[in-house]
């Protein structure tokens, strides 16, 4: 792994200790609007993935139709014009 690769790493390692930490801290989550702590949990898993990425030696540039939304990830205005477009 590359130093710049190596610093990426490491600082997305960063962001996901400290969402995780949020979402584990009970008192901060009660009182956290359920879409707000799916988002959260979204965002970790996306950091995960970027980690998982960069560990395994793949591309940093990827194009956005590659990065797949984690399973029950909250929806995308990409998601809502879909479904309205093929409701007819």
């Given at each position: 792994?590359?130093?710049a690769s190596s610093s990426r790493t490491?600082?997305?390692q960063q962001a996901a200790a400290r969402?995780?930490?949020i979402l584990e801290d009970k008192p901060i989550i009660m009182k956290t609007p359920?879409?707000?702590?799916a988002a959260m949990r979204f965002a970790l898993e996306?950091?995960?993935q970027a980690i998982g990425r960069l560990e395994s030696g793949?591309?940093?540039?990827?194009?956005?139709?590659?990065?797949s939304r984690p399973r029950g990830g909250p929806p995308?205005?990409?998601?809502?014009?879909w479904h309205s477009s093929n409701s007819t």
């Open positions: 792994m590359s130093t490491s600082l997305l969402l995780r930490s359920p879409k707000a702590e996306a950091v995960e793949g591309g940093t540039e990827t194009p956005s139709e590659a990065v995308t205005s990409r998601d809502s014009f």
